[in-house]
């Protein structure tokens, strides 16, 4: 069923233009409830962790998170996305361009607990930020381009550090149904992309199903959640 969004792509320049139309029906007001129940799953009984959001427009979950002590990097391409986080917060915050990244532009809150890197995620790699205690990947691996997954799963596996959980967010639909994105990212393929390398553990599984999907032309949406560790190394 892969197959069926295997050549779909979008090109950076369509995020943008979502942006810039606001047509971001997957930004969510409210913190994420997925990340809400399996809060304690990621953090593991740890202060001041280091998450990192891929693809993180918006999100009101990195403020609640930096609210809790912790600490938050996202990759974001659109510009419009990071100001209006900071702005739509009440936060201050200072815009500087990244030597390491050619183009990229970081916005930091005054507080400096969230900095927030204006790229393109596959520019993106831990020598710019290092590695990381947690990641939430709500709407991430679902938005990338199928063809990228493999890409994608070498990157983020590459900004986890030995301690870190790794919350993904994934949505199970008949793709014949819709073309996505968001796109179908089955449990198997999961495995496949993070197997070899790590644990992966379904945390929780819900019917998600709404009127937004159903206007998409679906008659049923599964959401996923799986936490993904490191294996020890031999």
Same mark, same amino acid.
């Given at each position: 069923?892969?197959?069926?969004?295997?050549?779909?792509?979008?090109?950076? +320049?369509?995020?943008?233009?979502?942006?810039?139309?606001?047509?971001?029906?997957?930004?969510?007001?409210?913190?994420?409830?997925?990340?809400? $129940?399996?809060?304690?799953?990621?953090?593991?009984?740890?202060?001041?962790?280091?998450?990192?959001?891929?693809?993180?427009?918006?999100? $009101?979950?990195?403020?609640?998170? &930096?609210?809790? !002590?912790?600490?938050?990097?996202?990759?974001?391409?659109?510009?419009? #996305?990071?100001?209006?986080?900071?702005?739509?917060?009440?936060?201050?915050? +200072?815009?500087?361009? $990244?030597? *390491?990244?050619? %183009? &990229?532009?970081?916005?930091?809150?005054?507080?400096?607990?969230?900095?927030? =890197?204006? *790229? @393109?995620?596959? +520019?993106?790699? *831990?020598?710019? #930020? %290092?590695?990381? !205690? &947690?990641?939430?990947?709500?709407?991430?691996?679902?938005?990338?381009?199928?063809?990228?997954?493999?890409? =994608?799963?070498?990157?983020?596996? +590459?900004?986890?550090? #030995?301690?870190?959980? =790794?919350?993904?967010?994934?949505?199970?639909?008949?793709?014949?149904?819709?073309? %996505?994105?968001?796109?179908?990212?089955? @449990?198997?393929?999961?495995?496949?992309?993070?197997?070899?390398?790590?644990?992966?553990?379904?945390?929780?599984?819900?019917? #998600?199903?709404?009127?937004?999907?159903?206007?998409? %032309?679906? @008659?049923?949406?599964?959401?996923?959640?799986?936490?993904?560790?490191?294996? &020890?190394?031999?």
């Amino acid at each position: 069923m892969v197959e069926q969004q295997a050549d779909r792509t979008m090109e950076l +320049s369509e995020w943008e233009e979502r942006w810039q139309e606001n047509k971001i029906g997957f930004h969510q007001l409210e913190v994420n409830r997925m990340l809400q $129940v399996n809060y304690d799953s990621v953090v593991n009984g740890r202060s001041g962790v280091r998450f990192f959001f891929p693809l993180c427009g918006k999100a $009101v979950d990195m403020k609640w998170l &930096a609210d809790l !002590g912790h600490s938050v990097v996202g990759v974001e391409i659109s510009e419009k #996305a990071i100001k209006q986080f900071f702005q739509e917060n009440n936060m201050t915050y +200072s815009e500087e361009p $990244v030597p *390491s990244l050619p %183009g &990229a532009r970081l916005f930091q809150n005054s507080e400096k607990n969230i900095s927030l =890197y204006q *790229s @393109d995620l596959f +520019s993106f790699s *831990s020598s710019v #930020a %290092g590695q990381f !205690g &947690a990641i939430w990947d709500r709407g991430s691996l679902v938005a990338i381009n199928p063809k990228d997954r493999e890409r =994608y799963a070498a990157l983020i596996i +590459s900004l986890m550090a #030995a301690d870190c959980r =790794y919350l993904l967010d994934t949505l199970l639909y008949n793709p014949s149904l819709y073309k %996505g994105p968001p796109f179908f990212v089955p @449990d198997e393929q999961v495995h496949g992309l993070f197997g070899s390398s790590c644990s992966v553990e379904l945390l929780q599984s819900v019917d #998600a199903l709404t009127d937004r999907q159903r206007a998409w %032309g679906l @008659d049923s949406l599964t959401e996923n959640v799986h936490l993904i560790t490191l294996k &020890a190394p031999n």
